[in-house]
């Protein structure tokens, strides 16, 4: 074997560990903001070594480089922090409205005097 398949092989395993890592963590967690944490960071990781093997692979094989793994590397670590941050911001708006109404009995309304329809 050579360097090249020993460091695809190491990126492989790297990054199915990580994937594995994070979906264990989806499950097992008990907190939604605990089990967002878990894929959004470790899947992200995983897959993009599992795609730099893809590339390494792919560019030995072919004599040329390879750059769709890069674009969609690129396209990964530009939307799975956004797509976190609006998951998490909408669950903790969630998670204060739904904390109000149970204090006063009352569903939370933006004006006094009004009621938000179910």
Do not use: N, Y
Not at 97 to 111: F, I, L, V
């Amino acid at each position: 074997m050579t360097i090249a398949e020993f460091a695809i092989a190491g990126l492989i395993i790297l990054g199915s560990a990580f994937v594995l890592l994070g979906s264990i963590g989806l499950v097992k967690f008990p907190d939604f903001f605990m089990r967002l944490h878990a894929p959004t960071k470790a899947s992200t990781l995983g897959v993009t070594a599992l795609l730099l093997a893809s590339a390494l692979f792919f560019s030995l094989k072919s004599g040329h480089a390879s750059l769709h793994e890069a674009l969609i590397i690129v396209f990964l670590w530009v939307t799975a922090p956004i797509s976190a941050l609006m998951l998490a911001s909408s669950a903790r708006c969630r998670q204060t409205k739904d904390e109000t109404s149970s204090k006063t009995g009352e569903p939370q309304t933006d004006k006094p005097g009004t009621t938000t329809p179910e």
